[in-house]
C-alpha cells in the first residue's frame, strides 16, 4: 500500500502532465533528462529511508531538522516549505487534469480546477485509510496507462518522432545546457516519494516498511518515465509534444474515439490521484507542525468522526485552488522543483548531523555517511541549474 503510494503521488504528478514541457527544453535526449533527475533524486531517497525510520512522524522534513540542528525557526520554515511544496505540486497537476477533462465535459478548465481539488479534498477529509485505498486503486489504473501509452507509441502509432537512436545524446556539446535545464522538469515528476515519510506516523512497522517503499518506488517511477518518454517522443512530433499541456494524449491522435476518449478518463483519475496525494502530505505537514507547536494549535485539530486533520485539509485546498487559477503549470512546476530541491539539501546536512552526533543503533536502517554528502551536492548542482 505503501508502494502504491508513493507511485500515485510520483507518477501521477509529473509524467502526465510534464513530457512536453520536458521535450521543449531537451528536444530528443527527454529520456535522458528524466535519467538525470533519478539518480538526483537517488542519493537524498536513501537519505529519506534512514532518517524516516529514525523519525516516524507527521511533519517528517521538520522532525529531521528539528534533531540535526536544534533550531525552532529553521524547523518551522522547512515544514512550512514542505507543504508549499505539496500545495504548488497540486495546482500543477490540477491545471493538467482541466486540460485532460474539458475535452470530455466542454466545462472551462478554470471551474474544472475548482470542482476537481473541492472533490479531491472531500476524500481527503473522509479518512486516511479510505483516502489512501482510492489512492492504491487510482495508481493501478494510471500506471495500466502508461503501459498502453509506451504499447501504443511504440508498437501501434506512426513512427513519426524521433528515433531511438537520436535519443541518446553525444558526450560533449550545447544539448547538455538544455538536458540539464529539463531535468529540474523531469524532477518533479519524481516529487512523491517524500511525501511518503510523512504518512510515516500511520504505517505499520516503518523500520522495515518505509525503506522498502521508498526504494521501490523510486526505481519502478524511474523504468516507468523513462520507457514512457521515449514512447511518446518515437511518436509523436517535438514540436507538437512541446506546446501540449496533455501530452500523453498526443500518442492516441491517430486511434479510434473509443481510445482516445478511454485514455482521456484514465490521464484524468491519474492526475486527480497527484493532487489528493500532495494534499493529504501538505495537511498533514500543517497537522504535525501544529502539534508540535511550530503553527496554530487549531489546526492541529482533529476531526472526532474521520481522524483527519479537517481545518488543515480545508486550507490547503484553498491555496491549491486560488494558486493553480493565477500561474501557468510551467512556472508551478519548476518553482515546486526548487522548492523540494532547497528541502532536499537542508535534509541531508541534517542526516549528516545526526550521524555525527548518535550512537549507532541496529534498530534503524542506515546508509553510508557519502550518501548524504551525494545527496546535499547532487541537490545544490540542479537547484543552480534551476536559475540557468
Known sequence: MLTLYGLGVTVGAGIYVLVGATAAQAGPYAPVAFLLAAIVVGFTAFSY????????VSAGEAAYVEAGFGVNWLTTLVGLAVAASGVISAAAVSI????YL???????EDQLVIGVVAIMGLIAIWGITQSVTIAA????????????V??????????VGVAPAQMIPPLQGPHWVGIGTASLLAFFA??????????????????????????????????????????????????????????????????PAGIQQGFAVVAVVATVNGILIQMIMASRVIYGMADRGHLPGMLAAVSPRTQTPVLATVCVALVIMTLALAFPIAALAARTSQVVLAIFAVVN?????????SELDIAYFRVPIIVPYLGLASSIVLFGVSFL
Open 137 to 148: 486503486v487510482i495508481t493501478i489504473i494510471e500506471v495500466s496507462g502508461l503501459a498502453l
Open 150 to 159: 509506451i504499447y501504443w507509441g511504440f508498437g501501434v502509432a506512426e513512427p
Open 190 to 255: 519524481f516529487v512523491g516519494f517524500e511525501d511518503m515519510a510523512n504518512v510515516a506516523e500511520e504505517v505499520k512497522d516503518p523500520a522495515r516498511t518505509m525503506p522498502r517503499a521508498i526504494i521501490w518506488t523510486l526505481v519502478l517511477a524511474t523504468i516507468i518515465y523513462i520507457a514512457t518518454t521515449s514512447a511518446v517522443i518515437f511518436s509523436v512530433p517535438l514540436d507538437v509534444l512541446a506546446a501540449s499541456a496533455a501530452p500523453l494524449a498526443l500518442v492516441f491522435a491517430a486511434a
Open 102 to 108: 474539458h475535452p470530455l465535459t466542454g466545462i472551462a
Open 49 to 56: 529511508a534512514e532518517l524516516s525510520t529514525r523519525y516516524p
Open 349 to 357: 546536512v541534517a542526516l549528516i548531523s545526526i550521524k555525527r552526533s
Open 96 to 99: 493538467g487534469a482541466a486540460s
